[in-house]
């Protein structure tokens, strides 16, 4: 202590450097996910300010190159900076304590893959500010149009190097302390769903990133040594990029709700009052719904010209991975099935999440069948889609899980008739928003323009509408967790009873049956 003191290190012990250096996996945890809400309100202003735009038809506030760049930069910081880090500080806070290790197994290494993150993110946030604007091209990142753009699309490309070499980091991080690192007793299938769907959404993302770095650093070369892997004047294919971009964005979305699946899996039986129903099932579905998506990527390319035998193979193939994601679902209703059920704010959140993901779902088998998807894709119904999927998909399950393990993370209880006032809000404006849009694309409304005809007026201002009060609902989730870290009650010990351990049993209806399950390894 003393040759601390002549250095002045104990001066800021809890200043802001011991945040900068810090390699305790809870503070790298918390890290993640204020970065994570910080970059969430941000793209979500920008697409409050798409809402705006549509609000009625004709062009109110902003150019069709400014309204592009809107479209473009929320994909991409929704993706990178807001779901994605938001699961790794899930992942960083609890696959530790769930499986009884001190930390995880590269700590210095986990510190170095976080502050990777907001340098990638200023790159992002600054590129609105550079000669022509951010990226107007997509947050897919299309050539021809991405070959042609300013130093803001060069910006975006290392952004989006720096996110992966993060985002491989914490994953070589996360499966070496999973494999290496579990309290005795705690066998693979002893884990935590949590800790299964992380550990296979590790190996995906080590499996993919590298495919996304491979892509981009071709695009940079066509921008700049004149390669011509994309430039059809040069003897390049503009469609080979959405076939390497795809092979790892198909994937990619699975990376983004796989650890979704495994939040629900902890917080249904927790509030049920079981044991997870099909616990074997539900990791081979996680495992098997991992490798298929490494097969349907050209889904999205339906338009672009495949021969017939590859539209059907990518058809069939995308309807065969909607076979685990239902095992998950049906087991997650045969958990609550008879359950004693409560509803408090996480098991809100899960159910919401049960319900509106699997429509997600249901649209998506509607996109896989390749004439349907050829007249909509593109559309408003796409849109829709993939918001029903990622945002009561990965944020409705992001909400949950910071509401079930806020009171382990702080020692407080949050505030219960807050809570469920965000569910509700966010609920019903998140479907007041988003279920129009399945007309707009029925009936023909292409995605990203800020004009259309007038006959799709009315609903999208109820759309602009539900997206106003969407957005002003996460304003209220900042309050509650702001008050929650801030003070208030004491959380109880076990605040959820069961939470945390399966040291309960539950009567069946039978008076002579108990479900038991074997005690937690402390």
Request: proline letters at 6%.
């Amino acid at each position: 202590m003393e040759a601390a003191h002549e250095h002045g290190h104990d001066h800021h012990p809890s200043g802001i450097m011991r945040w900068v250096t810090t390699t305790n996996h809870k503070d790298i945890g918390t890290l993640y996910l204020w970065f994570s809400f910080f970059m969430f309100l941000f793209a979500g202003s920008l697409a409050m300010m798409i809402r705006a735009e549509l609000f009625q038809p004709g062009l109110q506030l902003f150019q069709p190159q400014v309204f592009n760049q809107l479209t473009t930069m929320h994909g991409l910081i929704m993706v990178f900076g807001a779901i994605m880090p938001a699961f790794v500080g899930f992942a960083n806070w609890q696959v530790p304590l769930m499986i009884g290790a001190p930390d995880m197994a590269f700590p210095r290494m986990n510190n170095w893959s976080f502050w990777l993150l907001p340098v990638a993110g200023i790159l992002l946030l600054s590129s609105f500010f550079m000669p022509g604007g951010a990226v107007a091209g997509g947050w897919t990142m299309y050539p021809p149009l991405f070959i042609q753009g300013g130093i803001s699309y060069d910006m975006t490309i290392l952004a989006v190097h720096i996110l992966g070499i993060s985002s491989i980091m914490g994953s070589i991080n996360i499966i070496t302390t999973i494999l290496n690192m579990r309290a005795p007793g705690m066998t693979m299938m002893k884990m935590p769903l949590f800790v299964w769907t992380w550990f296979i959404t590790a190996y995906l993302l080590i499996a993919v990133m590298p495919v996304l770095a491979g892509a981009v650093t071709m695009l940079l070369t066509d921008r700049h040594f004149d390669t011509h892997f994309f430039s059809a004047a040069g003897g390049g294919d503009p469609v080979m990029f959405q076939h390497v971009f795809w092979f790892f964005g198909h994937p990619e979305v699975y990376i983004m709700i796989l650890p979704a699946f495994g939040i629900i899996s902890q917080i249904i039986p927790t509030f049920a009052r079981k044991p997870l129903f099909g616990y074997a099932s539900m990791v081979y579905a996680t495992a098997s719904i991992a490798i298929l998506s490494f097969v349907v990527w050209a889904h999205h390319m339906y338009s672009v010209g495949l021969p017939t035998p590859a539209q059907l193979f990518f058809m069939y193939s995308t309807m065969l991975i909607s076979v685990p994601t239902g095992v998950k679902v049906f087991n997650w209703i045969a958990t609550m099935w008879r359950g004693s059920m409560t509803f408090e704010t996480p098991m809100l959140f899960a159910i919401g999440f049960v319900c509106l993901f699997t429509l997600g779902g249901f649209s998506g088998l509607v996109l896989a069948i390749t004439p349907v998807d050829i007249q909509l894709q593109d559309t408003y119904y796409v849109v829709a889609h993939f918001h029903y999927v990622l945002v009561s998909g990965s944020l409705f399950s992001i909400f949950a899980g910071v509401y079930y393990w806020l009171p382990k993370w702080t020692g407080h209880m949050y505030d219960e008739t807050l809570g469920k006032w965000h569910f509700w809000l966010s609920v019903i404006g998140f479907n007041i928003t988003f279920f129009p849009q399945h007309f707009l694309g029925l009936a023909g409304m292409p995605r990203r323009i800020p004009d259309y005809a007038l006959q799709f007026a009315n609903f999208n201002m109820i759309s602009s509408i539900g997206g106003f009060m969407f957005g002003a609902t996460q304003l209220l989730f900042l309050y509650i967790v702001i008050k929650c870290i801030r003070g208030g009650v004491k959380a109880a010990d076990k605040p959820w009873e069961g939470a945390d351990s399966l040291e309960w049993t539950v009567p069946s209806p039978a008076p002579y049956h108990t479900f038991e399950t074997a005690p937690v390894v402390k």
